[in-house]
DNA sequence: ATTTGTAGCTATCGAATGATTACAAGTGTG
DNA sequence: CACACTTGTAATCATTCGATAGCTACAAAT
């Protein structure tokens, strides 16, 4: 009386396992993709789960929390950010630093959700875990520019006034406008003078995923 | 045996009773502000409710979903930064047009959620329906700001860069750690020059309420 | 071959939430 | 006063979602 399960047809021959360190990366990746277009409220952690190619189930019990789980989406992407910017500031300090930056920052927009993840963080700071989070990591960026890269307060001021405009644009996915409103056209050319195509590639790939 | 609920001593003597109209304009005035602490999907309905004084269902019947309670209150704060911008216009364009159009943006703070919940709506790109509404209305400033206030491409984009920096600090807030914490005094300073006290007056009012 | 730990899933629970229904209390009008 | 309409609430319903329990399967070491 052997099962009528058809489980013995060796499923997932394509994938034996894989450590659970990578499996945790991994999640990470993909959950800030997942935040980055629904928020934190508005992403579930099946979303996140199929996203990442497991159960439910198995992302709770891997980072115990939600919340636990966003913070970890946000050092990750944090972490990204200040390496990118410290690699270019270590390319020798000058006068065009600040649009190799802006390149550098405009670049991270290839890793999904990188920083649509974080605009969502910064935005939560009714959340007295997570906006206490994001305080911080906004104050670490900076810092590092104030510091590091030797901005003056007006001009890390304006460096991160940008910044936030190409993250609202993103988030707005203003990219989905372009071919069919002139306006949506000029202001996202004004935004991002050289990363335009990019942008328009990435709402693309975007728009290739259904809720 | 009458009830010995104690319902017959003249409830509510102090408000006999609201027009809906009223009513309604309570109510997404309270809406603003839980949305723009809580974001959309972070907020519930029942907290807005209480914030307006009225019981949840109300809220319910009155707008039908909590989704168009949110287009309600976005219609209502866009309204408001135009009406703000379209009146400084007015008093004469010129050379010092940005700084009064930039100082009419921040006052705008002392009105309850109002730019938060655009905000909140500015990152919601992923809604097919809110995600719509947030980027006409943010094409709506654009073209306020290029048209009749008379900026060029490069003008807007560094206003409304900073409109999302003041956006994202306040959402942050970032003023919580004012006293606390030097970096976030400077960065708070350079991003509101004038403004600083409002911003610091506001943040005490928003730590006044809990969640 | 057996043991032992790790990877991962199915099933399910309990709390939260948005919406609906049914009813009560006020308000105006003949 | 009666009658209809409006304002508002309490009770409750149906879902959704995050978390937990408990199991299965695989792999490495013994």
Redesign the pocket.
């Known amino acids: 009386m052997s099962s009528v399960i058809p489980?013995d047809v060796?499923?997932h021959e394509t994938q034996?396992?894989?450590?659970?360190e990578d499996?945790r990366e991994l999640i990470i990746a993909a959950a800030a993709g997942v935040f980055g277009d629904y928020g934190y409220f508005g992403?579930?952690?099946?979303q996140i789960a199929k996203a990442a190619g497991?159960?439910?189930?198995?992302v709770?019990?891997m980072f115990?929390?939600?919340?636990q789980l966003f913070l970890e989406v946000l050092e990750r992407s944090l972490g990204a950010l200040v390496a990118a910017f410290t690699a270019e500031i270590a390319r020798g300090t000058g006068p065009d630093l600040m649009q190799r930056i802006g390149r550098a920052y405009a670049d991270l927009l290839n890793d999904r959700g990188l920083l649509l993840s974080l605009m969502q963080a910064f935005i939560m700071g009714s959340d007295p875990v997570i906006g206490k989070a994001g305080r911080a990591g906004f104050l670490r960026v900076y810092e590092l520019l104030r510091n590091d890269a030797g901005f003056d307060p007006d001009e890390t001021r304006a460096f991160l006034a940008n910044g936030m405009l190409i993250n609202t644009l993103v988030g707005l996915r203003m990219s989905d406008e372009y071919e069919t409103n002139i306006v949506a056209e000029e202001c996202l050319a004004a935004a991002l003078p050289e990363k335009l195509d990019l942008v328009l590639e990435l709402g693309r790939r975007q728009r290739a995923e259904a809720r």
Chains 1, 2 share one sequence.
């Open positions: 489980h060796k499923h034996p396992r894989m450590k659970s499996r992403a579930t952690t099946d497991v159960s439910q189930p198995y709770s019990r115990g929390t939600k919340e």
